[in-house]
C-alpha cells in the first residue's frame, strides 16, 4: 500500500458526491488532492442515489422544460420560508445545470428528466445505474486526473495555525499520520447513525422512533471536526425524512407491499385514529413530517382491505415508491407477497376477518378502530372527508372482508446540517467569519434547508446540494488559494 504523502494541496476528507465532485474539480486546477474515506469502499451514502436536481440544463431544455433558476430559487425560499440562506441557495441552483454537463464529460450517464410527484417541475435528473454507478464514473474520473484515494483512513482532526488550516491527522491502520495541506473539504456524510446525537439533536431514538436508511456508521466525524476547528452551527436537528412500510429485513426495498402500503387509503396511528389527510403520501417531505409527528406514540398502520389488493393488482397505484414503479403500474404479485409474510409470522403485517379482530392483532383499541373506520366510510359515501379535507378521487371505503394492517416507520435518508457555511461552501466561524482554507459540503454542512427537505419544488435536492457545494468549494479554493 501507498505511504500517505506528507504534504498535498488539499485534503477532502470522503468519498461520496461532496467528496469527489470536489476533488476531481480540484485536480482539474492542478491541485495535488487526496481523499480519506473512512469506510473500506468507496462512494459511501452517494451510491444509493437515483438522480439529482437540476434546473437550466442542456437535457431540460431539449424537451421544452422552462423551469428556470430564478423560479426554482424563490420557489427553494418560499418553501422554507426563507430561513434557508439565500445566498448559498442561489449558488447550488445556479451551479446545477452546468453541473449535468461536468458530470456527463466525467462519464455519467443520465437516462431522463422527469418528476417524482404530481406538478412538480422536471427537475429529477434519472442517473443510469444509479448512484453506484455515479460514484464508480467520477471515482474512475478522480483517479485518471492524479487524484489519491485512501479507504479505510478516516481523518480525525483538523489541524490549525494562526486561525488557518495546516493540516490534518488521520488514523492508518491505528497509526496517527499527519498531513500538511492548505485546504480541507469535510464531506464525511453527516450523522445518521449517531445514536446519542439523533437524541441529544433531534428528540429521536435511533431505530425505535426513526430508522436511517442507506447510511453506515455516519457519525458525525466531519462535523465534529469542524466544530472543533471552531465552525459555528446550523440546522444540525433537520432530518431528510419519510415514511414507509414495511422496513423489515424480510422486505426488500422497492417490494410489492411496500408500493401498496404507500397508496392513500387509509392510515392509523397507535390509537387507531387517522392523522392526516393520506394524500400526503405524494410529497416525501410532508409524509415524514406526519409520520414524525406522532411517532413517539407507538407504530402506525397503513390499511388495506380485499377490494384495495384487488384495485392494485388489477388497476394499478396511484403513487410510486422510487423509479422501479411508476404510477399506473400493476401489483401483479401482490397477493403472494402477502401471503408469504403472514405464513412466515411477519410482525409487520396481520390480517383478520373483522375490524375487532385487525384491532386485536395490532394493538389498538377496537372501539376506537371500528368508529375510525365509520367515520372514514361515512366520508367515502358523502365524498367528502370533513376531517382532513381529503381529494374526494381517493376516499375509497374500507369494507372487507379480509381487513389488513401494515406496518409504517418514518425514517430518514440523511441528516442536513450541523456546519455552517458561505456560498462558497467555505466554513464560517461563530462570529460570521471563514475560516480560511475550511470547506463543508453535503449531509455535514447546513444552510440549504429551512424546518424541511425541500421536495415540491427540487425533487432530490440532497444529491444536488453534495455534487454543487463540492464544485463550489473546489472551484473556490482553486481561484483563492490559502484564502
Not at 66 to 91: C, G, I, K, Q
Not at 290 to 309: C, F, H, Q, Y
Request: glycine letters at 10%.
Amino acid at each position: 500500500m501507498a505511504k500517505i504523502p506528507e504534504e498535498v494541496d488539499v485534503v477532502v476528507a470522503g468519498s461520496g458526491a461532496a467528496g469527489l465532485t470536489a476533488a476531481i474539480t480540484l485536480a482539474e486546477g492542478g491541485a495535488k488532492v487526496i481523499v480519506f474515506e473512512k469506510q473500506r469502499s468507496l462512494g459511501g451514502t452517494s451510491n444509493f442515489f437515483q438522480g439529482t436536481f437540476a434546473v437550466e440544463s442542456a437535457m431540460q431544455r431539449s424537451k421544452y422544460v422552462t423551469y428556470t433558476r430564478d423560479e426554482a430559487f424563490h420557489a427553494l425560499m418560499e418553501y422554507s420560508h426563507w430561513r434557508a440562506n439565500p445566498r448559498l441557495v442561489r449558488a447550488v441552483v445556479n451551479e446545477s445545470g452546468a453541473t449535468i454537463a461536468w458530470l456527463q464529460q466525467h462519464g455519467v450517464v443520465f437516462s431522463e428528466v422527469t418528476i417524482n410527484m404530481p406538478n412538480a417541475p422536471l427537475t429529477y435528473h434519472v442517473v443510469q445505474g444509479r448512484g453506484e454507478a455515479a460514484m464508480k464514473a467520477l471515482i474512475l474520473a478522480a483517479r485518471n486526473l492524479g487524484v489519491e484515494m485512501k479507504s479505510g483512513t478516516p481523518v480525525t482532526r483538523i489541524l490549525k495555525q494562526g486561525g488557518a488550516v495546516t493540516g490534518v491527522l488521520v488514523d492508518d491502520n491505528g497509526e496517527e499520520v499527519q498531513v500538511a495541506t492548505g485546504a480541507v473539504v469535510v464531506a464525511t456524510g453527516g450523522y445518521a447513525n449517531n445514536r446519542e446525537w439523533l437524541k441529544k439533536y433531534t428528540g429521536y431514538e435511533l431505530d425505535v422512533d426513526i430508522v436511517a436508511v442507506g447510511n453506515t456508521d455516519k457519525m458525525g466525524d466531519g462535523i465534529r471536526m469542524a466544530w472543533e476547528a471552531g465552525a459555528a452551527e446550523e440546522s444540525i436537528s433537520l432530518l431528510e425524512l419519510y415514511r414507509t412500510a414495511p422496513v423489515a429485513p424480510e422486505f426488500a426495498m422497492g417490494c410489492e407491499l411496500e408500493q401498496a402500503a404507500a397508496q392513500p387509503d387509509i392510515w392509523i396511528d397507535a390509537r387507531g385514529r387517522r392523522f392526516c389527510d393520506e394524500t400526503v403520501t405524494f410529497y416525501d417531505s410532508s409524509v415524514g413530517n406526519a409520520g414524525a409527528r406522532i411517532v413517539k406514540e407507538g407504530p402506525s398502520w397503513n390499511l388495506m382491505d380485499s377490494a384495495t389488493v384487488k384495485r392494485l393488482m388489477e388497476e394499478g397505484i396511484d403513487k410510486a415508491v422510487g423509479l422501479d414503479f411508476a404510477p399506473g403500474d400493476r401489483l401483479n404479485n401482490l397477493e403472494k407477497e402477502i401471503k408469504a409474510a403472514i405464513d412466515n409470522g411477519s410482525k409487520e403485517i396481520a390480517a383478520a376477518n373483522s375490524v375487532e379482530e385487525l384491532a386485536g392483532k395490532i394493538g389498538v383499541e377496537p372501539g376506537t378502530l371500528r368508529a375510525t373506520i365509520e367515520e372514514y366510510n361515512r366520508y367515502c359515501a358523502r365524498g367528502h372527508d370533513e376531517l382532513f379535507a381529503k381529494d374526494r378521487r381517493y376516499l375509497r371505503p374500507y369494507a372487507g372482508p379480509v381487513y389488513y394492517a401494515v406496518r409504517a416507520r418514518t425514517v430518514f435518508l440523511g441528516t442536513m446540517g450541523g456546519i455552517k457555511i458561505n456560498e462558497n461552501a467555505e466554513v464560517i466561524d461563530k462570529k460570521g467569519n471563514p475560516i480560511p482554507g475550511l470547506y463543508a459540503g453535503g449531509f455535514d454542512a447546513g444552510g440549504m434547508y429551512g424546518d424541511s427537505y425541500a421536495i415540491t419544488c427540487a425533487s432530490v435536492l440532497s444529491s444536488s446540494f453534495a455534487l454543487n457545494t463540492g464544485r463550489i468549494a473546489g472551484k473556490h479554493i482553486i481561484k483563492y488559494p490559502g484564502k
